[in-house]
Structure formats: structure tokens, C-alpha cells
């Protein structure tokens, strides 16, 4: 599964297609699932235009507390404790 970041999100690919019109540039048709919200959206990226992969790790954690705006969770795998703010969850 590819995922990307765009405009301040995450977003996995789910389809795309490559499209070469007779006339103009070539480009991408996507359809983009936001891993936040769920929802889906189609946007289109010119050829040559970048586009931020983003690189996940997933681990399993437990949630143990929320103190003010921090969520405080512990990796089951090697005990240690991961602290995020109220934006990073």
C-alpha cells in the first residue's frame, strides 16, 4: 500500500490511472483515502510533479492515560513509552 502526504494529511492510493491525452501533458488520476477521516477524494498530479511518500512503522501499542493535551501509550513490543500530542493522534 502506498501512502502520501498531502496538504498536512495522510492519504493512501487507492486506484490510479495514467492518462496521455492527445493534446497537453501527461497525467495521474488518483483516488486518495484520507487515514484519518476515512474519506475518499480524486485528485490529479501532473507528470514531473513531486509528491511526498510517506513512511509508516507500525508497532502495537496500548493506550495507558491522557494528562492535559498529551496521550501517553506503551509499545508492547519494547516496553517503552510513546508521548503525543493532541494534533499527532
Given amino acids: 500500500q502506498h501512502v502520501i502526504e498531502l496538504d498536512g ?3 493512501s492510493i487507492v486506484d ?3 492518462v496521455k491525452p492527445g493534446k497537453g501533458g501527461a497525467y495521474l488520476k488518483t483516488k486518495l483515502r484520507n487515514l484519518k477521516t476515512g474519506a ?3 485528485k490529479s498530479f501532473r ?10 512503522d507500525e508497532s502495537k501499542i496500548e493506550y495507558l492515560y491522557r494528562a492535559d493535551n498529551l496521550y501517553y501509550f506503551l509499545d508492547k513490543e519494547n516496553y517503552e513509552e510513546l508521548i503525543l500530542t493532541d494534533s499527532q493522534v
Fill in 9 to 11: 494529511g495522510l492519504f
Fill in 16 to 18: 490510479y490511472t495514467r
Fill in 40 to 42: 475518499t477524494a480524486d
Fill in 47 to 56: 507528470a514531473g510533479e513531486k509528491i511526498n511518500k510517506a513512511y509508516l
